[in-house]
């Protein structure tokens, strides 16, 4: 099956930038729309920001101005530049993907990566 892996999370004061990763792995597969989740304690998992296979964005409104979503098909990752960082902004951050395999359109998810902003 498909494996999703994020890094580059961290601690960072208000202001600061953070530029988070996510591999995908997996082979005989296709992969679609891929996004960035993040989810605050006590709080419900948000779609943070979305790309398409060809490249397009959509963003939650929270976040239009500081955040970007980008991806390399070639390498089969998707990042998120994190700038202008906010103490809202904090959360555990999940890279998702659609991914086609064999019959069916299946989403995955990684195991998270921790952002905190705090002064």
């Known amino acids: 099956q498909v494996h999703l892996v994020e890094s580059g999370g961290g601690s960072v004061q208000p202001g600061g930038s953070l530029k988070l990763s996510c591999a995908a792995s997996?082979?005989?597969?296709?992969?679609?729309?891929m996004r960035w989740y993040r989810q605050a304690a006590g709080k419900q998992r948000e779609l943070v920001a979305a790309i398409s296979r060809g490249g397009t964005t959509t963003y939650v409104d929270s976040v239009k101005g500081r955040f970007a979503i980008s991806r390399d098909n070639a390498k089969n990752m998707v990042y998120l530049q994190l700038n202008s960082l906010k103490r809202e902004d904090t959360a555990v951050y999940y890279c998702?993907?659609?991914?086609?395999?064999?019959?069916?359109?299946?989403?995955?998810w990684g195991q998270g990566t921790q952002v905190t902003v705090s002064s």
């Open positions: 998702n993907a659609d991914v086609f395999i064999s019959v069916a359109l299946q989403t995955f």
């Open positions: 997996g082979s005989g597969v296709s992969i679609y729309d």
